[in-house]
């Protein structure tokens, strides 16, 4: 009883404080007022009443929003006698109230985000009414009385359910913006054209097929917005629209503009995208004032000559046409600051092209470019350009050379399948399977100088995490797969996987499907088992595509419906949502669906025993494939003499790595300058020939060219084989007096642990590199991939000779996280702390988790955390004295997808510190993902309450308001697992949002 007696004490304090606060907000306000502040916001929370404070007839604004009033404080149009400006945004007013229509001297209102149904003929009282915005409502009708506001300047009706307008509206004669959009018009509403004083419009998401002949009478409009109507058409009389500077007609369903459109002499923007004209509409060409053009998601096949005469331009959208090619007037266009142009079939650029200097939004990608090469138009306009000087000084050289990629489970044949392509001999001796990653020039056709540079891919598990740097684009992947051993209730293990891991890694890539062992199949065993890998392709292609397919329509639901039905609930779907990410999240599911394997069929069957049945066969359809120009435009890149100097040249050094000097010196004697060796190396690089790191301190003094030597390296990290390893270690005489004790002791520690300290790392590589540099190199370009980092190197100091450690996280085994007590002789791990407010982002992988992204996350997050603790699947760390956990789960069955998780927690008041701890690691995690431009996958935020209650399927809030402001004025979110529970909005969406969203790349 007296612990309840207290706790009333207590209650009854508290209650009294806040009741004298706010009575000390208000005398302050009014003291403020007195001194001439004509300005006043007030709030309540809990859904309180507003009471007014005293002395306020000398306000000029008052701002009501984001309150969710149903009504206004009693004697609001008596006290406020001076009213100009109100604003009732964000309320839940069913309708007007009723005060607001005392308020005579109002010249602005704001009653937009409410639930008005209908509107009141009593607005006729606000004569003086020059601002009034009530969109985002549910009116259906406008009342007749609107047409009595005079001085009405600015009228937002947007985002209603208005089918027409009253007659009145026409007396509107100094309105001079008017936004109507996203309603329910059937027609271009014919009272508009009344308003001869309007200068901007907008009528976008409105159901209007054409617009009238009299549009011409708006002789004073400047800002025209009609997109997502159904035009089809514009009458010559629009052309007639003197003023027009701004017009906005993309997704309809115009194929021509009309022929006097060049009449528009003041047109500086026009977006027409997402329309279906099939030739450039020329009549365009003759606005020279024009300053930005958007003509993406088209049918366009050219672009004139004539574009050279829009030298004003400063946008150039042309995205996701049929482009073949580019006038060389292009380049005329000083003044371009944006151009984009991906998703066309472009193949050569035009010459000059570096004079395009000023542009800053530059978009190439999904183009079969052959010159400049692709990996240098991705790099953009300074490195097109000095491609094309490069060009000029040097004669073109085009050198034929395709990768070819073999890969498939272990045992399938594709050791001996390599032999058999490589080897010129009839009688192949039998090979052992390879161990890691192997790869040989194959010359096949020495007339044509036709090349392919095989890259004979493991198959061991092991080596998984090395394998995705093979895989690139432009490449010929060969999926192996052992007939004799194939069984179709095994298909994903054997197929579908590898088809899966190349559609993220390189969507569009070109797959062959190769079955060996048929000398020991019979024809009807080959017959069935190849018919059954083509129908499970078939199958498991048609179950993606439907996937995808569905979301999408999902996405373009949810873009159906306004942005307020989504953020009204969290039950609806992409809840909170901008439609500038859904429209995104479209693009990218639009990118995937486009971008699908090419696999050619049927499955190819060889033997590679003694008779060698059908590798002659093969042979010969691979270089067929190879020289088909559509599928492999790349092989036929043109390259200045120079680089492809340059290139032979890095080959003959026997070293690991020359420096950048001595790169230099063999850049002279390709013919180039030190000033022209950036680019040349830059290429080489994007396209595979050698590593050079122009962004990394210390490596971009390196350059690696001795690719083979660099696979033989990772080889002996990743070939998880204590005797290999072992063996290793103890052939060398210069030991350091370890024994053979120690080192079994350092190789059970490297593959239990990942652990391993950097002069047993000496020893291992003691056949591949000579110098302590060398070592110092390799390390650090180990952890630029991501494959290890140092666990104890200082930023400053020197290690004073004490043991320097690299953990490798591939090899941690132990599912708890103590590594590091392996070294130090205790646990170091801290035990989970209780959380206050826990922040959890969550992404989820269900067609595939891309093989080895957990290790080489864990490597890239290290820079980032201190006191970390490492388990197989968990990272326990911390961002200065936050903690951060990191959680991979593998899928348990084919229904769920795998997940990884990033966790941190605070007290609610300091909940930003768990912000500022999660995005970095976001953000890095994107980073990385990146590398897999065809994967699909989704980033959820987690219900706080829900993880606090220990719900096992919290509810997930959608990953893309991460990248989204708070809403303004709401302060909770309901959560749908649990109607009663609300959830504060800092729980949901970050401080300051990230910079793209994580869910789209």
């Known amino acids: 009883m007296k612990t309840e007696r207290s706790n009333r004490t207590m209650d009854g304090k508290e209650n009294k404080l806040k009741t004298a606060r706010l009575w000390r907000d208000a005398a302050l306000r009014s003291r403020k007022l007195r001194s001439n502040l004509r300005q006043l916001t007030l709030s309540t929370h809990n859904n309180q009443k507003i009471t007014l404070p005293e002395n306020i007839n000398e306000i000029e604004a008052l701002n009501l929003g984001n309150n969710s009033l149903q009504e206004l404080p009693e004697g609001l149009g008596a006290a406020l006698i001076n009213l100009h400006i109100l604003i009732l945004r964000r309320n839940k007013f069913a309708s007007i109230p009723l005060p607001v229509f005392e308020l005579g001297h109002l010249t602005e209102l704001d009653l937009s985000h409410n639930c008005l149904g209908n509107f009141s003929e009593e607005i006729g009282c606000l004569k003086n009414l020059k601002k009034l915005c009530i969109s985002h409502n549910k009116l259906t009708a406008l009342p007749s009385q609107i047409g009595t506001l005079q001085n009405l300047e600015e009228l937002d009706i947007s985002f209603n359910e208005l089918c027409q307008f009253p007659r009145s509206f026409g007396q509107l004669k100094k309105l001079r913006t008017l936004d109507a959009d996203h309603n329910k018009l059937a027609q271009f509403p014919q009272e508009i054209l009344l308003l001869s004083d309007l200068e901007e419009l907008d009528c976008s998401g409105n159901k209007i097929d054409c617009l009238p002949t009299g549009i011409m009478t708006l002789q004073s409009i400047k800002i025209l917005w009609l997109s997502s109507t159904k035009i089809s058409a514009l009458p010559e009389t629009f052309c007639d629209l003197k003023n027009l500077e701004s017009l906005m007609l993309d997704n309809n369903a115009l194929t021509a503009l009309p022929q006097p459109f060049g009449k528009l002499q003041r047109l500086k923007m026009i977006n027409i995208s997402s329309n279906f004209f099939e030739a450039f509409p020329l009549v365009i060409l003759e606005l020279v004032g024009l300053e930005e053009l958007y003509l ?77 090469p692709y990996e240098v138009c991705m790099k953009g306009i300074p490195y097109i350009a000095a491609y094309q000087k490069e060009l000029a000084h040097s004669q073109p050289a085009v050198k034929p050379r395709l990768k070819l990629v073999l890969m498939g489970l272990k045992d399938a044949g594709k050791t001996k399948l390599r032999q058999c392509l490589v080897s010129k001999r009839q009688d192949i001796p039998a090979v052992p399977g390879n161990k890691g990653i192997d790869v040989t020039n194959w010359i096949a056709d020495v007339e044509r100088s036709l090349t392919f540079i095989v890259y004979d891919l493991s198959g061991d598990n092991n080596y998984d995490l090395i394998k995705p740097f093979f895989l690139s684009p432009g490449a010929l992947y060969i999926l192996v797969v052992n007939l004799k051993a194939y069984m179709s209730k095994h298909f994903y293990t054997y197929v579908g996987y590898f088809l899966h891991l190349l559609s993220a890694k ?164 390709a013919g180039l300058t030190e000033d022209r060796l950036q680019s040349a190396l830059s290429y ?318």
């Open 506 to 669: 390189v969507p569009h890539g070109v797959v062959c499907i190769v079955g060996t062992h048929m000398d020991l199949c019979s024809e009807m065993e080959i017959e069935e088992k190849c018919l059954d890998i083509h129908r499970q392709i078939a199958l498991q292609e048609k179950r993606d595509i439907k996937f995808l397919e569905g979301l999408a329509h999902k996405v373009d639901r949810a873009l159906g419906q306004d942005y307020d039905v989504r953020t009204s609930s969290p039950h609806a779907l992409f809840y909170g949502v901008s439609d500038k990410n859904l429209r995104r999240k479209k693009a990218q599911l639009q990118y995937l669906l486009n971008n699908r394997l090419q696999i050619l069929s049927p499955v190819f069957c060889v033997s590679c025993a003694k008779d060698l049945r059908n590798a002659q066969r093969l042979k010969e359809k691979l270089m067929s494939v190879a020289e088909h120009r559509e599928i492999f435009p790349n092989l036929h890149r043109v390259l200045p003499k120079s680089w492809q100097m340059l290139e032979e040249l890095h080959f003959k050094p026997q070293e690991l790595w020359v420096s950048w000097w001595d790169s230099a010196r063999l850049g002279l004697q």
């Open 684 to 1001: 080489l690089h994007e396209s595979g020939k050698l590593l050079y790191f122009e962004d990394s301190l210390t490596l971009k003094e390196y350059v690696f060219h001795n690719l083979s030597k660099l696979i033989d390296i990772l080889n002996v990290f990743f070939q998880r084989d204590a005797t290999m390893l072992l063996q290793k270690l103890l052939i060398h005489d210069d030991m350091d007096q370890l024994t053979a004790a120690q080192l079994h002791h350092y190789v059970e520690g490297f593959l239990l642990h990942g652990l391993l300290p950097s002069h047993v790392i000496k020893l291992l590589l003691k056949a591949h590199i000579k110098t302590q540099q060398d070592l110092h190199l390799i390390l650090e370009l180990l952890e630029k991939m991501g494959l290890c980092y140092c666990i104890n190197k200082l930023k400053s100091k020197p290690l004073n000779g004490a043991t320097v450690w690299y953990k490798f996280p591939w090899y941690v085994k132990n599912q708890t996280p103590h590594a590091e007590a392996w070294i130090n002789g205790s646990s170091n791990m801290s035990g989970h702390l209780f959380a206050v407010e826990q922040l959890q982002i969550e992404y989820n992988f269900p067609f595939l988790f891309p093989p080895g992204l957990f290790a080489r996350y864990s490597v890239q997050v290290n820079a980032h955390v201190v006191q970390r603790s490492d388990g197989k699947f968990q990272i326990f760390a911390y961002r200065g004295k936050v903690p951060v956990v990191v959680s991979y789960r593998p899928s348990q069955s084919g229904l769920q997808a795998d997940t990884l998780s990033i966790a941190s927690h605070a007290s609610l008041p300091n909940i930003w510190t768990a912000w500022q701890a999660i995005i970095p690691l976001v953000e890095e995690l994107n980073v990385l993902l990146q590398e897999w431009p065809g994967l699909y996958y989704t980033v959820h935020v987690l219900c706080s309450k829900c993880l606090k209650r220990g719900s096992p399927n919290p509810h997930t809030f959608p990953g893309e308001l991460l990248s989204q402001p708070r809403p303004e004025g709401v302060t909770e979110i309901i959560c749908p697992k649990n109607g009663s529970e609300r959830v504060n909005v800092a729980l949901v969406y970050p401080p300051t949002p990230t910079v793209v969203s994580p869910c789209l790349k």
């Open 296 to 372: 993406s998601r088209n049918k366009l096949s050219f672009v004139p000559e004539e574009i050279g005469k829009l030298f004003m331009l400063a946008n150039l959208w042309l995205d996701n046409n049929k482009i073949t090619y580019l006038p060389d007037t292009i380049v005329e266009l000083s003044k371009l600051e944006e151009l984009v142009l991906q998703g066309n079939q472009i193949a050569i650029l035009p010459d000059n092209f570096g004079k395009l200097s000023r542009v800053n939004i530059w978009k190439i990608k999904d183009n079969p470019l052959i010159q400049p």
